[in-house]
């Protein structure tokens, strides 16, 4: 695969496109959404003696798990503005939420209405073959044995650990209630974050040894790519703190009192994966200066060679003009060793030069 050169990334059209996508966004501008053509929705009921699993097609076949006694996990996979609007409505969600759960580009937050907690938060994703960060909106909504969530993708997420203990008898999970559940989901993306961030730091390893070994000008375009992931990084990660910290702050009568200690433990992950943010961040700008201060290096280096060049031709050029003089009375002008003497001195000299700058320790 032939390496992008940094005039590939400014004529490309899409890289601009990300640019301004991650730089810049415009709360009041009407958020456009492409709107999958199906939507995917499965349903876990649970409680410590059994765990069903169903697979609808309709939004009204979730209707009847509003008032059931046991644990419910409604996933929506693929956000159709119709199809949401029916399923917040009938769970009765407020019309603040769900313009939240189908908006685009919303920073993460946390609410408590109408008796739902409401928490819209970002997975992470690095993509490999794009070697870039993709974030994917969720929106997870708590309510009296139930909990919503609701993906934009419906080919990936990070909850395929939790549908395994759904169906594990004796686990955590099918012990506790629907704050638990909600609890999990939110630790997964958190946990998450890290193998995004982990993906991150050997990209930015890799850089600084490339950097070091040989710095060109696809090494800054590759700086400047990695702190735009960064960026992308940072906005999707910083928020989740003030998110975890309304929900502890919080009086909710959904979230239990032994909860809480779980919530405690997600707010700890997420101050370290900031704070290893931040360190990523430094790391960023300490390459770019690395990487100027290579390319300086190098500057000096090719300056030195050219002045210690010119040094040595000087005496010959001296020499040359003072016999290249037009006088009638020249030393050694009609001598038949004139010649060879003239051309020994011009090499003697810039040999004693070269001895003196060794030993000076100029090179």
Known sequence: MRKKSYLDYILNPLELLRTKKVLQVNPTVAPKRTEPRDI??????????????????????????????????????????????TICNHFGIHQLITEDILSIGQRPKMDEINGLVFCLLYMLYFNDAESSVEA???????????VISFQED??????????????????????????FLFYSLIDLIVDNF??????????IELLEEDIMRNADTRSLVRINM????????????????????????GESELIEERTEKYFKDVYDH????????????DMMMN?????????NLKLNEVMKVMAIVTCLLAPATVIG???????EKIPLLHNQWGFFISVGLMLLVPLWMIFAFRRRGWF
């Open 226 to 249: 990695l702190r735009k992931e960064m960026i992308v990084l940072k906005r999707s990660i910083a928020p989740v703190r003030e998110v975890i910290n309304g929900i502890l702050r």
């Open 194 to 203: 890290y193998v995004v961030m982990e993906k991150l730091g050997e990209k």
């Open 136 to 146: 994917e909106q969720i929106s997870i909504i708590l309510g009296k044995n139930f």
């Open 270 to 281: 997420v101050i370290q994966a900031n704070d290893l943010t931040e360190n990523y961040r």
């Open 40 to 85: 995917k929705i499965i349903i876990y009921e649970y409680d410590k003696n059994k765990s069903e699993c169903y697979s609808i097609q309709t939004v009204e076949e979730c209707y009847p798990f509003l008032n059931t006694p046991s644990n419910t996990w409604i996933n929506v996979d693929g956000l159709k503005k119709n199809e949401v609007e």
């Open 321 to 327: 003009g003072i016999f290249g003089m037009n006088f």
């Open 287 to 295: 390459m770019q200066d690395l990487y100027l201060n290579t390319v």
């Open 154 to 179: 419906a080919n990936r997420d990070v909850f395929n650990g939790l549908r395994d203990k759904i169906s594990v008898n004796g686990s955590k999970v099918r012990q506790n209630g629907t704050d």
